[in-house]
């Protein structure tokens, strides 16, 4: 028997027959039960063992479910080791093990790799973070006034309001920062659910004004706000044309991350928990009491179905507002982050552009006017400046 998630809740009773399904598997437990026969014995013949089998950690220890024995079989990993290129799979690790290496340090520049590990790579042995050329374009697509969004759900297996299905993801939380024009103080918003009732309609209603007519909204990961939206308009029909507006408003800071910037730190990984403490480490989540969405569902639902008194309930209402402000505050201050790197002053020469340098593949510091990073490296040679003939002659003297 198992929760159907094609059932539709109505909003009054439950009609268990449809919430649920049942199943006859015994044409599949048939067909299992050889292997099955087989599988206990191998087992057994393990459990009989003195000491565990050595089996490396790969894929299965967290698909499809996470192993109970997960932590005791990986040990966390130095920050350079090999599993922490992004998306390196298990036959290029197996490959690098099988040659005897461990660190990233350790891969020759022939090993065949996509050019996003070999980026990452280069930037971990190289200790230097990469920019791609392309990000200033990237970012000058950003139309303000500027809107920084995230939503935080639950998904409930028992579907609570009308039109839900089971595990339907459930809206309760949103922040809002607005920035009206480049460089401009920020205003901000926020949306909590406060009691028990059905907080859809209140979630939408009080965003879609604030969003206003134009501009950027920016999300990371935008498949889960643009779904978010979709449930929603589907499940109050009279908002779905604004909601398609937003919808195509959506700008997301994740793909940009992911194909523009590397840092050595990021270990891997092109989530904002990962990005945010290696380019802005002065805004990390560490110490916070809610620091991931998870336990954001999990307070949320502590705080309205929970045992937990007055004071308990204020300061982790507190929290959940903390975090979920954190989140686009963290969005804003990267997008600063990553307009620094292109701009980087020079102290030889107010203005400089960071830009790529085509020889490393890293960035370096070039000047604006002239656009040709080769001239005015730190690295390589230092030739005039066709616009400026003073600034080039200074970057001379200074190098
Ligand atoms: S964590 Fe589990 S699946 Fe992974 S190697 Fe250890 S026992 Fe096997």
């Given at each position: 028997?198992?929760?159907n ?61 996470v ?185 997301d ?10 840092h ?6 092109f ?5 945010i ?39 982790l209402?507190d ?81």
């Open positions: 028997m198992h929760l998630r094609e059932y539709v809740y109505d909003g009054r009773a439950y009609v268990l027959s449809q919430l649920f399904s049942i199943e006859t598997v015994d044409h599949l437990i048939d067909e299992l039960d050889t292997e099955i026969e087989a599988q206990i014995r191998t087992e057994f013949q393990m459990l009989d063992q003195e000491e565990p089998p050595e089996i490396v950690p790969g894929r299965q220890c967290a698909k499809p479910v192993c109970e024995f997960f932590d005791r079989c990986n040990a966390p990993k130095p920050m350079d080791h090999i599993s922490n290129l992004p998306g390196i799979r298990d036959r290029a690790i197996q490959k690098l093990l099988s040659l005897g290496i461990e660190s990233i340090y350790e891969i020759p520049p022939d090993f065949p790799f996509s050019d996003r590990m070999r980026r990452a790579c280069t930037c971990v042995q190289r200790a230097t973070p990469w920019f791609s050329s392309e990000l200033a374009h990237k970012l000058e697509e950003l139309r303000y006034p500027v809107y920084f969004m995230d939503f935080e759900t639950v998904n409930p297996a028992i579907p609570r309001f009308a039109e839900m299905r089971p595990f339907d993801v459930l809206p309760f939380q949103w922040p809002l920062h607005i920035q009206e024009s480049r460089g401009a103080n920020l205003r901000h918003f926020e949306f909590l659910a406060a009691t028990d009732a059905d907080p859809r309609r209140n979630f939408v209603e009080q965003l879609c004004p604030l969003l206003r007519e134009s501009g950027s909204i920016v999300v990371y990961h935008k498949t889960f706000e643009s779904e978010r939206l979709a449930d929603l308009a589907g499940w109050i029909p009279e908002f779905a044309p604004r909601i398609d507006q937003i919808q195509r408003r959506l700008w800071l994740l793909p940009v991350v992911r194909s523009s910037v590397y050595p730190e990021f270990e891997g990984s989530s904002l928990k990962a990005v403490p290696a380019l802005l480490p002065e805004l990390s989540y560490e110490g916070m009491e809610v620091a991931d969405g998870t336990t954001a569902g999990r307070v949320w639902e502590s705080i309205l179905h929970g045992s937990l008194e007055g004071a308990d309930k204020t300061r209402r929290a959940l507002l903390a975090y979920c402000g954190q989140d686009t505050l963290v969005m804003v201050r990267l997008v600063e982050r990553l307009r620094e790197a292109l701009l980087e002053t020079c102290d030889c020469c107010n203005g400089h552009a960071r830009q790529v340098c085509p020889i490393l593949n890293v960035a370096e510091i070039g000047c604006n006017h002239c656009q040709r990073i080769e001239q005015y490296s730190r690295r390589h040679k230092y030739g005039v400046h066709p616009a400026d003939p003073d600034v080039a002659q200074r970057d001379v003297d200074l190098y």
